[in-house]
């Protein structure tokens, strides 16, 4: 099976400018290819990933992967798929920005010394050296107005309206393409479905320039939107986006969003985030329709995708805290395990040594008064590092303290809060 072919069976392929001629491309020459993400925030998402590991994909095949980061058109905002315009930041945010991002896509894509070793370049390294007489002359006059305003990204924000700064974004990526085809022999760029038009319009300018015209070797490959069974959007959960920075979103967050896959979307999962093969992804789709209850399709995903974007270390960590919390096992857990498996539960710091088990849960919003405190206690809804504490005397003290820094309370079956000792 060719590699478009793979990417087919995986449901990763949109939409291709020349498949045929793609396909004879990638199988006569070591192609290079390029895809691009501008500093939106000061880290990726995992709705980046998709085009991320598809670079990854095409390593793997023995091409030479470019990931570009867009810290000049970081500076003006992409208007595809949106429909207001976006917030300009400043320029050192950006460049930040950007900075984190080449970081995070350093972990992710082969970078090194070799044929197929993948490179970054930041395209503010020449867009903010070229003059507003040099675009207009050397890029914007190979673009009719008509060409650019029936372009999706364009047209369908019209209506609301769109600045020109905007309206000019695909003019700065389409000389991303053109530069990266002069100077790296980069052939092919991929992106998003919403990229298409920014993706033909590099094409349209590498033709307009080059002196083979419309037989320069150049192609567009668009992944799909990734969408989930239940109607809700991809990557995002109660507590916002599902970050790559650790930070951000702690592994085991991370870990947990993908062990929680529906069953529906899991297989899909599988076969576009995963390097598992589609023979064994197969498997596991049998474990679903036969099994649903085991959820090994889910933990495989999980494993796999923690381990990816972080680390074996991690990917054992979030295991250990996932494992304890579903067996009660809280005292098995380090500081660091709790700092992490509990970074977004309610807390509150207790200063003195020891305190009354009632008024510490009053005090510490458990309960919303003594009387509902003594009725958790004697009913046997109080949990103390995972075991049940029904004694209306007990007094939390500094034993209580898990690696001398916190102790986790739980009220009922799931409501955890976290006592930091200080």
Same mark, same amino acid.
């Given at each position: /099976?060719?590699? &478009? #072919?793979? +990417?087919?069976?995986? $449901?990763?392929?949109?939409? !291709? ?5 793609? *396909? ?105 050296? /070229?003059?507003? &007489? #040099?675009? +207009?002359?050397?890029? $914007?006059?190979?673009?009719? !107005? ?5 372009? *999706? ?109 529906? #069953? ?159």
């Amino acid at each position: /099976m060719n590699l &478009i #072919d793979d +990417l087919k069976s995986r $449901g990763l392929v949109h939409q !291709v400018t020349d498949e045929e001629g793609l *396909e004879k491309h990638l199988a006569n020459d070591r192609v290079a290819l390029y895809c691009g993400f501008d500093p939106t925030a000061d880290s990726l998402h995992i709705g980046h990933l998709l085009p991320v590991l598809m670079l990854k994909r095409f390593q793997e095949a023995g091409h030479r992967p470019i990931a570009l980061v867009g810290g000049g058109t970081g500076l003006i905002g992409d208007p595809s798929g949106r429909n207001e315009e976006r917030q300009l930041n400043e320029e050192s945010v950006v460049i930040e920005w950007s900075n984190r991002i080449k970081d995070q896509l350093s972990k992710l894509i082969d970078f090194e010394d070799s044929e197929s070793g993948a490179i970054v370049v930041n395209n503010y390294d020449w867009l903010s050296k /070229m003059s507003v &007489i #040099d675009l +207009l002359r050397d890029v $914007g006059k190979h673009f009719s !107005v008509n060409y650019m305003l029936a372009k *999706e990204s364009v047209e369908s924000r019209i209506e609301n309206g769109i600045s020109f700064t905007e309206f000019t974004y695909m003019l700065l990526q389409s000389l991303d393409f053109l530069r990266l085809h002069q100077q790296e022999n980069c052939t092919l760029q991929i992106g998003g479905s919403d990229q298409w038009g920014n993706v033909t319009a590099g094409l349209e300018l590498i033709r307009r320039t080059s002196e083979q015209g419309d037989s320069a070797k150049a192609f567009g490959l668009t992944v799909p939107l990734i969408t989930k069974a239940d109607g809700s959007k991809f990557g995002k959960t109660a507590g916002g986006a599902i970050w790559l920075d650790e930070e951000k979103t702690t592994p085991y967050e991370f870990y947990q969003f993908w062990l929680n896959t529906d #069953d529906r979307d899991v297989v899909k999962f599988l076969k576009s985030f995963t390097f598992l093969s589609l023979d064994e992804i197969a498997e596991l789709e049998k474990e679903v329709q036969e099994r649903p209850e085991e959820r090994k399709a889910q933990r495989r995903l999980a494993e796999e995708m923690t381990k990816m974007v972080h680390d074996e270390e991690a990917l054992k960590q979030a295991i250990r805290i996932s494992d304890a919390l579903f067996n009660g096992e809280i005292k098995s857990l380090n500081k660091a395990d709790i700092a992490s498996g509990f970074k977004d539960v309610p807390s509150f710091e207790m200063s003195e040594s020891e305190k009354g088990l009632i008024d510490l849960l009053v005090e510490a919003g458990i309960s919303s008064s003594k009387r509902q405190a003594r009725e958790d206690v004697q009913n046997g809804a109080i949990y103390i590092n995972g075991d049940r504490q029904q004694d209306l005397k007990y007094v939390v003290d500094q034993e209580d303290a898990l690696d001398d820094a916190f102790t986790v309370i739980r009220r009922g079956k799931k409501k955890y809060f976290l006592i930091r000792h200080v």
